[in-house]
């Protein structure tokens, strides 16, 4: 079974997340920040998804990560090259699009 970390700072968008991808067969595990993720336990606000993606790559060279905002950042960054495990999705988004990412950046569909 595929494991899916969700971290967002909007407890309603954790649940949604966590609820479609639970019954899509992943197991989910959810953070409210960047820090809990991290195993960070000395709290400090990360101010943007790109800076909390840094902090995770340098912890976990290679692991899949979906970038997500309704800021204008994304649209920034989608000019700037990421790796092939990485990739950006814009709030609001269709559930089918969540779905395709998490397939394509793990490789599989979990059962």
Wanted: a positive charge; proline letters at 7%; glycine letters at 10%.
């Amino acid at each position: 079974m595929g494991r899916i970390l969700i971290v967002d700072n909007e407890p309603i968008v954790r649940a949604v997340m966590a609820m479609v991808l639970s019954d899509a067969g992943y197991a989910v595990q959810t953070a409210a920040g960047c820090h809990i993720a991290i195993g960070d336990h000395r709290p400090r606000p990360i101010s943007t998804g790109g800076r909390c993606f840094e902090r995770v790559h340098e912890r976990n060279p290679g692991l899949p990560v979906i970038l997500m905002s309704a800021g204008n950042w994304i649209r920034r960054r989608r000019t700037t090259p990421i790796p092939d495990h990485a990739a950006f999705l814009g709030k609001p988004f269709a559930v089918e699009e969540l779905l395709e990412l998490v397939v394509r950046l793990t490789g599989s569909r979990s059962s």
